[in-house]
């Protein structure tokens, strides 16, 4: 079974700490990867729900991730939204090419950000 | 090339040498037949004159013979004259025509008798009125006859007659009476020896003439191949040599005729040819040399040219990248704000409320400039496509006018929007055409302090007409055709005060002329300005 957890993949700090803030006050988990190679290891642990995927990443792209998530036997379902400061559409198509159930542009309103997680996964599970 | 060929050829030389041999024979044939006239009549003159003085002499002789009537002696005359070659026949008659004697060559049959019919001798001869010479045809010759009378004078002397004593010497004085006594009479011929002598000697002479007219002939030919077929056979050559491309050959014929006048006219004429020639390879020359410059200077456009445009894309590619780059801290700037103003992190102080909207505000409108910036760098680096769908034109007058409305009533300008009812669905990229207008119309509310903004849509053929007019401070004449170009801006203290950084125009240009529209404007400073783009209404894909 999926948990319930979010996987927030970005190596910029300051955008995953306005990710967090904007999911964890508002009671998503969250479980945050700086690095394509550690968004594998963390998926494989933490089975999340929906994977939040910046696409610029160091060494091991976003688009390579998406790829070898969507794989993998029992992560290939999971939903993946993409984030990206890469505005052609071309970036946009191949996004989506590889898996990527949406594309999220960067500088991106939060609350787009927010109503997209509600979209696939839901309210946050109310405390308790 | 192929030289008609004459299947006898007959040069020059053998010409001349058939027409002089010709004229040189004719001349001779001529010649000699007179010649040999000339010649045959004066050796018959030469004959009857002989003739003339021999029957003279005959006459003479023959005189006392005829007086005492010695035949015998008349007999040797005869025989004497006989002898003669030339001589035919003799005959010596007496005043009663009685032949006293007579004489005829052997090969003479008969002599003529007298009166055998004779026509005059028509050669000149001696005036010796006594002597007559005939011509006569006998036995198939021509037989010249010469007469002499012979004649016997007795001198009576006229004082002895008279008793007057005679003086010694003075014979004459008596008066004298010739009395005819009888005939002497010849036929001459022409002997066979002489007229062939005579006519060896004009052979001879012909022969003579020949010979040296033939030498003459040839060197008239030779004078003739030297001074005509040699030079002409020159010229020949030298056309030959000259059609080669020798263009420096020379004839070197130099006589002073007509020949020598075609030599010099062909040397001219060779001298021009090669001019010209001259003057042509100079002309190639510098035809090749403009023709290396030319592509040369268009290899050198052609590297400037690609220099350009890969700077261009170069700018482009830097201008995409750097607005990524400005993305990603923009992205925590604006929403760390939005979560500021949701109270994400708790209410906020009233007094911060206000430096927060302007952040929001100017974050946004860093957003807009780097989208901006990026929408250009994208059309120009080439990566803009269009995304064509079906749309409404309502909806984008709709989406403009909400998006400008608040900033209008903010200025406290009236927006108008006239859309035309029932037009038909537009086919092309409808955020593209929403944000060309959008353009036009925020431009609008910039600069206009006072008045309205009105923004209508209307069909136009087979186009969409989108027309945006203010009563704003208008557009200056000397940048109306510049304000389209990127970063172009009428009045820099202007902007300033609006803010701004000239690229809203030139984006809504390039979306419009993607779509195969155009983008226009029409405006005067104080006056308002009308700003309009006009898209296909169902614009083609290919662009
Ligand atoms: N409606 C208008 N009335 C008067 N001037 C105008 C109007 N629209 C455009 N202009 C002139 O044309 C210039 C270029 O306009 P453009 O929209 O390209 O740039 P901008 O508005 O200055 O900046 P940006 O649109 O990039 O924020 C403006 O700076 C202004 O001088
Ligand atoms: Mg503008």
Known sequence: MRSGVILHVEDN???????????????????????????????????????????????????????????????GGVPIVAVTALAFRADVERAKAVGCDAVLTKPYDPMDLLRLVEHYIGPPPTEG | ???????????????????????????????????????????????????????RNL?????????????????????????????????????TGAVLASGKAEQLQAIPPAGTPARPWTGRTWADLATRSTQIDWEGDTVYEVTHPIRTREVR?????????????????????ERTIGLARMGMSLSVRRVSETLAGVRQAITLVLV????????????????????????????ARLREGELDHRV??????????????????????????????????????????????????????AELAAASRHKSEFLANMSHELRTPLNAVIGFTELLAAQTYGPMPPRVEEPLQEIRQNARRLMGLISDVLDLAKIEAGHMELSYAEYLVPQVAESVAVTVRPLAERKGLRLVVEVEPGLPEGYGDAQRITQALLNLAGNAVKFTEAGEIRIRACRQDAAF???????????PAEVLGQIFEPFRQADASVTREHGGVGLGLSIAKRF????????????????????????????????
């Open chain 2, 212 to 239: 040296l007219a033939g030498l003459v002939g040839i060197m008239v030919t030779v004078l003739l191949v030297r001074v005509i077929v040699r030079p002409i056979n020159e010229l020949v050559t030298g056309t």
């Open chain 1, 13 to 75: 700090p300051s955008n995953r700490k306005l990710v967090r803030d904007l999911l964890a006050t508002r009671g998503y988990r969250l479980v945050e990867a700086e690095t394509g190679e550690e968004a594998l290891v963390l998926a494989e642990r933490e089975r999340p729900r929906l994977v939040l995927m910046d696409l610029e990443l160091p060494t091991l792209s976003g688009l390579a991730v998406t790829e070898r998530l969507r794989a993998h036997p029992e992560l």
């Open chain 2, 157 to 177: 002397q006229e004082r002895e007659a008279l008793g007057f004593p005679s003086f010694p010497g003075s014979g004459a004085r008596g008066i004298q009476r």
């Open chain 2, 1 to 55: 090339m192929t030289r008609p060929r004459v299947k006898w050829r007959v040069g020059l030389p053998l010409k001349f040498i058939l027409s002089i041999s010709a004229l040189i024979a004719v001349t001779s044939i001529g010649l000699g037949v007179f010649f040999m006239q000339h010649d045959v009549a004066l050796v018959t003159v030469e004959l009857v004159e002989r003739g003339r003085s021999l029957v």
């Open chain 2, 59 to 95: 006459a003479f002789n023959g005189e006392y013979g005829v007086l005492i009537g010695n035949r015998e002696l008349l007999g040797t005359l005869v025989r004497g004259l006989i002898q003669q070659e030339d001589v035919l026949y003799v005959v010596i008659q007496d005043a």
């Open chain 2, 512 to 543: 419009v002329e993607m779509h195969g529209g155009r983008i226009w404007v029409e405006s005067a400073p104080g006056r308002g300005s009308l700003f309009a783009f006009s898209v296909p209404i169902r614009a083609e894909q290919t662009r």
């Open chain 2, 252 to 305: 070197s014929v130099s006589s002073r005729d007509e020949i020598g006048d075609l030599a010099r006219s062909f040397n001219r004429m060779a001298h021009a040819l090669r001019q010209r020639e001259a003057e042509l390879q100079a002309h190639g020359k510098e035809m090749v040399r403009l023709n290396a410059l030319l592509t040369e200077q268009q290899e050198a456009l052609r590297r400037i040219n």
């Open chain 2, 465 to 475: 007409l989108f027309q945006v007019a203010d009563t704003g401070i208008g557009v």
